[in-house]
């Protein structure tokens, strides 16, 4: 399939996840994961109208970077980012889906020339497998990113389990969404943290019924 029928189909399901949840599709921003594929089906993504790039690894979000000349994109760091590697990409990059230690906001804020727009990762669902702060670890958090001047919160990242149980999923999404809303509560200078970074290829049009604002979704759209 090319990118550009994939991206229809995307387009067409996100609208009627929209309408089941009385959202506006505007406020969902697609991002096409291209971490399994080559240069030239990443330029595919970009000719087929894809705005938003996300890349899980420094080596791998440098080389599309480097590659593809489009002014108008944006460029999401999805991946476990080590911190000695965060200034690889810190001048590159317009939002981090994956803070989840001081370490790295010491980093990005010793780096980074302007704040950087941040998304803190939970791990929900607490599978082992899975990076992220634990739930109730996040409020403590965020409160101390308050001494990160260049780290802004734009709002918490997970990714649930790949299980095909919607009920589960659906507890995983609401739960970083009541997350989210005591830390919006707070009206955080350093932390607006209204967005939501959930939903992937299998899950996408729940995480939209539950309020995800940024879907990352990669084999449903470019392949795997
Ligand atoms: C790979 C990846 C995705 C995309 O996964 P698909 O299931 O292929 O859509 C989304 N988010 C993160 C963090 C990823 O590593």
């Known amino acids: 399939m090319s990118v550009q029928q994939n991206l229809q189909q995307i387009q067409a399901n996100i609208k009627q996840a929209c309408e089941r949840s009385n959202r506006d599709p505007d406020e969902i921003t697609l991002i096409a994961v291209t971490k399994y594929v080559t240069i030239e089906r990443t330029k595919e ?11 899980n690894r420094t080596d791998e979000f440098l080389k599309k970077y480097k590659n593809v000349d489009h002014e108008a994109i ?3 760091f999805i991946g476990t980012l080590q911190s000695r590697k965060a200034r690889e990409i810190i001048h590159e990059v317009d939002m ?20 950087i727009d941040c998304f803190v990762q939970v791990n929900v669902s607490g599978e082992q497998s899975k990076h992220g702060l634990a739930p109730e670890e ?11 001047e260049k780290v802004r919160v ?16 659906r507890e995983v999404f609401r739960h970083l969404a009541s ?11 350093h932390a607006p943290c209204e ?6 290829s299998n899950d996408y049009e729940i995480a939209i019924e539950e309020g995800a604002t940024h879907i990352r979704i990669g084999s449903n759209l470019v392949g795997s």
């Not at 906001?105 to 704040?115: F, K, L, M, T």
């Open 45 to 55: 993504a970009i000719e087929a109208g894809v705005l938003h790039l996300g890349e």
């Open 74 to 76: 944006k460029w999401h």
């Open 96 to 115: 981090i889906h994956s803070l989840d230690r001081l370490s790295l906001a010491r980093q990005i804020n010793n780096r980074a020339d302007e704040p």
């Open 138 to 148: 996040v409020m403590s958090f965020v409160e101390q990113l308050a001494d990160y």
């Open 154 to 169: 734009v709002g918490l990242m997970t990714m649930a389990p790949h299980i095909d149980d919607e009920q589960k999923l």
């Open 179 to 189: 997350l989210r809303d005591d830390i919006k509560e707070r009206n955080f200078k």
């Open 195 to 200: 967005f939501l970074s959930m939903g992937m």
